[in-house]
């Protein structure tokens, strides 16, 4: 088995095996993309192949996020609010950022959980929170490394999989931009997380300690996260 980090699609699983006639990509239930291949297929191949379904892989994993709707006065990461305005002036969703808050102008008569009111503010809140996880989260990380000792080679961002973070072997650290739904306190098990990866690239008991280390409620953080949804 290998893994492949994507700068977009963050962690996939390589399975080959001998059964395996073609390359197929399937996105499981744990939330990850998984690549099934031949045995002898050459890893740069197969990251050629993600490379080029990369928008249609992207899609792939959007189409099985949760459906979250967003509804007014919604509080949207740590510093935006979304606002619901419906006007007999439009006949389509026109939604904006507006210092700090989301504007959604709506027809009317039309429902703001309708499939095209509902597609036009996640667009918008995932721009919201993007820039909340740039200004916060690389501060935040640096701080964490800082005080646990650890080292990373960079910081980079998405919301296009099912992840929360991940870490390469190379030391790049990718972190949704979705974190900055989550309390300030699972947002730093998650960094710690990562930051622990760039000791131990696995799930080892040796991991785990080393996370116990930085965080002594890492158990408790563990089980809170899976309340919440990666996506935006």
């Not at 095996?17 to 390359?23: E, M």
């Not at 899609?59 to 949760?66: E, G, I, K």
Request: aromatic content about 6%; some cysteine.
């Amino acid at each position: 088995m290998a893994i492949i980090t994507d700068p977009v699609l963050g962690e996939i699983t390589v399975h080959r095996s001998k059964l395996a006639r073609s390359i197929k990509i399937r996105y499981d239930t744990r939330g990850r993309l998984v690549v099934s291949a031949p045995q002898l297929t050459p890893l740069f191949y197969i990251k050629t192949v993600i490379s080029s379904s990369r928008d249609e892989l992207a899609a792939l994993v959007s189409a099985h996020a949760p459906d979250t709707q967003y509804l007014d006065q919604q509080q949207i990461g740590k510093s935006h609010t979304l606002a619901i305005v419906r006007s007999g002036l439009v006949t389509e969703p026109s939604v904006k950022i507006v210092q700090q808050h989301i504007v959604a102008t709506i027809p009317h008569d039309s429902d703001v959980t309708a499939k095209a009111a509902q597609d036009a503010i996640r667009e918008v809140v995932a721009d919201a929170l993007r820039k909340q996880a740039k200004a916060h989260l690389p501060r935040r990380l640096k701080t964490l490394a800082a005080e646990g000792g650890f080292t990373y080679e960079k910081v980079r961002f998405s919301h296009a999989n099912g992840r929360w973070g991940s870490c390469s072997s190379t030391g790049t650290i990718s972190l949704n931009i979705a974190l900055m739904k989550l309390p300030d306190e699972l947002i730093d098990y998650v960094l710690y997380h990562e930051l622990c990866h760039t000791v131990e690239m696995n799930h080892s008991d040796r991991f785990w300690r080393l996370v116990g280390t930085h965080d002594v409620h890492y158990k408790l953080h563990r089980r809170q996260l899976k309340k919440h949804t990666p996506h935006v």
